[in-house]
Antibody, heavy 116, light 109 residues
């Protein structure tokens, strides 16, 4: 069965960076992309960016351009999201989702807390 | 930039009632239109894709319709487990990008 398992919760100070992993199983990793979506406490869903696991092509939400990097490791079927220059409003649950024409399977989420 | 506006923000209904959720796009969107259900502390769950196709394992009481700028999610008869927040989403073909609506909370009346 398709599964996306994300890394554990993180606490970071403002200005730091965080890297979240998303390990995929149960499907051919390179046949799909991965979208990253975040959700601030009590808020809605915000798309951050997409990466092709086939060739590494990426696309990012404009507001995060320059602060976020998406990568994949096809040898381990793992996707990574790194967010730099963290601010308090980056506190959120971060999700990865398998995405070709629809984001159909989602990871369990990773809580990132930014606090001094 | 496409904006998705969901209405109403909150829907107060009783089990067994019919729920009709709306999502309007600021401009015509592709057929890659989806609906998700999210319960507290859980990841979103795909309900409907391509505007009207139920995802694997989704009960028949959930249906989606619409095209262009106006889309609807209907729950024909609410079950206790259906009380949750629902999000609409459109996906652009290239470059790939997702846009979410602000959500509709379906609560028990």
């Amino acid at each position: 069965q398709v599964q996306l398992v994300q890394s554990g919760a993180e606490v970071k100070k403002p200005g730091a960076s965080v890297k979240v992993s998303c390990k995929a199983s149960g499907y051919t990793f390179t046949s799909y992309g991965i979208s990253w979506v975040r959700q601030a406490p009590g808020q809605g869903l915000e798309w951050m960016g997409w990466i092709s696991a086939y060739n590494g092509n990426t696309n990012f939400a404009q507001k995060l351009q320059g602060r976020v990097t998406l990568t994949t490791d096809t040898s381990t079927s793992t996707a990574y999201m790194e967010l730099r220059s963290l601010r308090s409003d980056d506190t959120a649950v971060y999700y990865c989702a398998r995405d070709r024409t629809v984001a159909d399977y989602w990871g369990q989420g990773t809580l990132v807390t930014v606090s001094s | 930039e496409i904006v998705l506006t969901q209405s109403p923000a909150t829907l107060s209904l009783s089990p067994g009632e019919r729920a009709t959720l709306s999502c309007r796009a600021s401009q015509s969107v592709s057929s890659y239109f989806a609906w998700y259900q999210q319960k507290p502390g859980q990841a979103p769950r795909l309900l409907i894709y391509d505007a009207s196709n139920r995802a694997t394992g989704i009960p028949a009481r959930f249906s989606g319709s619409g095209s262009g700028t106006d889309f609807t999610l209907t729950i024909s008869s609410l079950e206790p487990e259906d009380f949750a927040v629902y999000y609409c989403q459109q996906r652009s073909t290239w470059p790939p990008a997702l846009t979410f609506g602000g959500g509709t909370k379906v609560e028990i009346k």
